[in-house]
C-alpha cells in the first residue's frame, strides 16, 4: 500500500486482522510485557489474527537521546545515526514480546522496519511513511503468527534507518492496519480513553464511548495527549477505526475504551463532547505597531523563521487611527527566542511597546455538533461572563472554540463549561 | 570475499586501511566513547582510512540477554527474536560513536551488519560469518568517511539478524580486515597486550611484542582471555596481522601492545614464550573401569551427548590386568552435569567407584620454539619436580605443554616455569 497521495482504503478490508499497539509504559518491564502478551492472547482468542506494534520500554528512548546530545555536542536529532541509535529501543521490545509469546506457545516473530520494507522518506527523526508492503506481514499472518513489529521507525530511501519522531509508534499501527486493512487499531496506553475533559480537573468527567476522528485532531491539537495527532489524521485519511483503551489491567478487565471513527459512524452526536484545557501558552502583546500594509506579514514571519509556531491572533486598532496593537498566543517554551528575536527586529517593525504575559491558558469546547448547531459560541461566552472571567483572545474552527484566559481561572472556566454544556452525566 | 574455504587473502592488501576495534569497557560511558574517538582521530591523522567496529557498552549485553531469558521462560539463545534484542547494543554503540566523531568534524556514518551484508549461516546466536561484501564500507572509505560498524552481527539467509556469540566483535573486526585487506586489525581493550603469563600472579610478568597464531590460539584455549580463540583463528587463515593495545590510556600514552602474526614474520623467536594458568579446572577419575575395546568411546561419547568437553585425558592399568583407572578433566561448570551422567549409567559402564576432584589446575607452557626445540617437557617436569610439585596428567601439542597439578601449587608452578624459561626478562 501506498501512503500519502493514495486513495482510501487501498487494502480490502479484513475482518479477521487487528492491530495492537502498546506504548512504552505498557511495555516498561517485565512484568508489564507478560500482560501485553495476555492481551494479545486474548484477541487470538477472539479468531483475530493479531498484527502488535511496540514503543521502547519506557525511559530507554529518553536514555538514548541523552547519549545522542552528549555524545553529538547537542541536538542530533536530524542525523541518521540517531535514528540507528534511537531505534534500537523498539527493536528490542518487539523481540522481547516475541520470545514470551513463544514461551507460552503461540507462533510470533518479530520485525524491524526494515525487514518489511516499511519505506519512509529521508527526514531523518521526523521521518513520513510512504509505503508499507504488506506481503512480509501477511504471510506471517496467514501462517499463524503473531507478526511484532518494532515501532516508531522505518527505512529511508538511504537504506538508513528512519524514526517517525515522538509518539511515532501510533503513527506505525495506524499505517500497519490502513496496509492491512485490518479491523481495527487498538491503542493500549496509560489512560482508559478519552474524556470529556481532564479528570483531574472536573471529577465528574466522563469517558466518550466514540468521537470523530475531526473531534479527537481538535483535542490532540489543544494538548490532550492521549494520540498522536498524525495516527488520527492517518486513520481518518484511511479510514482505520481506533481504539483507544487501557493496558494497566487483565484483559477480562478491561473495557472497552473509546473508538475514534468516522463522523457518520457514531450513532449518538452530542453538540459538544469535550472541553480541554491547555497550559504551557504565552501571550505575546505588540503595541503601537504601525497600521501598514505587509506589517502583519513581517512580524509573523521573523518568527516562524526562527521555527516559532503562533496561536490566537488578535489585531485591534491603537489610540491614532494609524496604529495597531497585536497579540497571539504561542507555547510557553518559544516566548523567550519569540521576545529576543521581536526586540532585535523592534526599529525594523516600528512598535513601541512589547509585553510578554505567561499567566494564560486556553480553554476549547468541541464538538462536531457545532457543525450544524449555532449558539456554541455565544453559550461559552456567556458562562465564563457570569464567572466574572475575561477573554483575552478568541480563536475557532468549525468543531471548536477556544478561548484564553487568565491561567488562575482554568480549573474555574473548565468545570464551568463542562457543568453547562451537559458533559456531567455519563453519555456515549 | 567469502569466508570459509576460500583461499587466503582473497581482497588485495590496503596498506592505507586500518581496522580498530573497542570492546565492551571500552565503550562503557560517553567519557570512553570519547577517547575512543581520539584514538580513531590519531590513526586518521597518520593517513589511514579507518574501519570501526564496536561492542556494546559494557553491561548492556547482559542487562539485554537477562530480559530475553526472563521473558524467554529460560535460555533462548538460538531464537532469531533473540539475536533481534541483543543486536542493539552494537547498534547503538556504533551511532554513538559516528555522532561523536561528526561533531568532532570528522566524516563518519554507522553500519549495522545487514547494511552491509555482512552475511551469516542460520545458526542464530553462535552464527558464523560466511560472506562480508566489501563494495559499501570501501565506498565509505573512499569518501573519506571512518566506517563504524556494529559488531557480533551479521544477517542470516532468512533476513533476520544474527548475532556470532559471545567476544563475536573481535570476530567481526577480523572478518572485517580480511575482507577489506586491511594493513591490519587493531584490537583495542583493557589490558595493554599478551604477557608471558598472569601478571597478578608474577609481577615480573613481560608484554610479549609479538607472538604467532598458534601461540596465540593455545594460550586462549587454555585460558587467557584477551582474545576471543574465532578471530584468531580467522586472522591465520586469511594472514590478517591482530594487535593487541589497551583503550584505557589516550592515544599519545598507548604503547604498542602485542602483535599477533604468521610464525615467520616473527624476527625473535623464543622456545617458549607463556606459562599459563587456568583455574575452573576439574578431575573426574573412573576406578576399575573393565578393559574392554569400546569402553572408553561409551564413555566419552554419553559426555559428549550431554555437551560436556573434556581434556587431558589418562587411561593407566589398574590391579587387575582385565580393569583400567581412568581419569580426565573438564571445566569445574560441566562437573556436576558429567557427575550425574556418569552416576546413572554406573551398571553400563561397569567401573567401580568414581572420584571428582575440583582441586586441581592446569599450567600450560607455550612457545612455537618447541616445534624445533627439544627438552622442554623434560625441562617442565623437572622444575615442577624440583618443587615437590606432583603432575596428575598431561596433555600436549606440537607448541604445549599442559600439566595438571593440585590448585594450591599453582601460583608456585607458574612462578618457578616462568622463571625457569627465562620469562622474567623483557624480551620481544
Not at 553529538?72 to 536529532?77: A, E, Q
Not at 510512504?130 to 499463524?144: F, Q, V
Not at 491572533?313 to 516566548?335: C, H, K, W, Y
Amino acid at each position: 500500500m501506498t501512503l500519502g497521495s493514495a486513495p482510501l482504503r487501498l487494502a480490502p478490508t479484513r475482518d479477521d486482522v487487528l492491530v495492537m499497539k502498546f506504548g512504552g509504559t505498557s511495555v516498561g518491564d517485565a512484568e508489564r510485557i507478560e500482560r501485553v502478551a495476555r492481551h494479545v492472547m486474548a484477541a487470538k482468542m477472539k479468531g483475530f489474527k493479531v498484527c502488535v506494534t511496540v514503543s521502547a520500554m519506557s525511559g530507554e528512548t529518553n536514555k538514548l537521546v541523552g547519549l545522542t546530545e552528549t555524545l553529538g555536542g547537542g541536538d542530533v536529532s536530524r542525523d541518521a545515526d540517531y535514528d540507528a541509535v534511537v531505534a534500537s529501543g523498539e527493536q528490542v521490545t518487539a523481540g522481547l514480546l516475541a520470545l514470551h509469546l513463544k514461551s507460552k506457545g503461540v507462533p510470533a516473530r518479530s520485525f524491524q522496519g526494515w525487514q518489511l520494507g516499511l519505506e519512509t522518506d529521508e527526514s531523518h527523526g521526523a521521518a513520513k511513511i510512504t509505503n508499507i508492503p504488506e506481503d512480509k506481514l501477511l504471510a506471517s499472518l496467514d501462517a499463524g503468527e503473531v507478526a511484532v513489529v518494532a515501532g516508531f521507525q522505518g527505512i529511508a530511501p538511504n537504506n538508513r534507518i528512519s524514526t517517525l519522531g515522538r509518539g511515532g509508534s501510533d503513527t506505525t499501527a495506524v499505517a500497519l492496519a490502513a496496509a492491512l486493512g485490518a479491523v481495527r487499531c487498538d491503542i493500549y496506553t496509560d489512560v482508559d480513553g478519552v474524556y470529556t475533559t481532564d479528570p483531574r480537573i472536573v471529577s465528574t468527567a466522563t469517558r466518550r464511548k466514540a468521537l470523530s476522528y475531526e473531534e479527537m485532531l481538535e483535542m490532540a491539537s489543544v494538548g490532550a495527549k492521549v494520540l498522536q495527532t498524525r495516527s488520527v489524521g492517518l486513520g481518518m485519511a484511511y479510514g482505520v477505526p481506533i481504539r483507544v483503551l487501557s493496558s494497566l489491567g487483565e484483559p477480562e478487565d478491561t473495557d472497552e475504551g473509546t473508538l475514534i471513527t468516522a463522523e457518520e459512524d457514531i450513532m449518538e452526536q452530542e453538540v459538544v463532547t469535550a472541553v480541554i484545557p491547555s497550559t504551557g501558552e504565552a501571550k505575546i502583546s505588540l503595541l503601537g505597531v504601525p497600521d501598514k500594509p505587509g506589517r502583519s506579514a513581517l512580524i509573523f514571519q521573523l518568527l516562524a523563521d526562527a521555527g516559532v509556531n503562533i496561536d490566537m491572533i488578535v489585531q485591534s486598532p491603537a489610540r491614532a487611527g494609524s496604529e495597531a496593537n497585536m497579540s497571539f498566543t504561542l507555547s510557553e517554551r518559544d516566548l523567550s527566542l519569540a521576545m529576543e528575536k521581536l526586540t532585535l527586529a523592534k526599529a525594523e517593525l516600528g512598535y513601541d511597546d512589547l509585553v510578554a504575559n505567561q499567566n494564560v491558558a486556553k480553554v476549547s469546547v468541541i464538538g462536531i455538533g457545532m457543525k450544524t448547531h449555532t449558539g456554541v459560541a455565544a453559550k461559552t461566552f456567556e458562562v465564563l461572563a457570569d464567572r466574572q472571567i475575561n477573554i483575552e483572545n478568541i480563536s475557532t474552527s468549525e468543531i471548536k472554540i477556544s478561548v484564553l484566559i487568565a491561567a488562575e481561572y482554568t480549573e474555574l472556566a473548565v468545570r464551568a463549561l463542562h457543568e453547562a454544556f451537559g458533559l456531567s452525566t455519563a453519555k456515549a
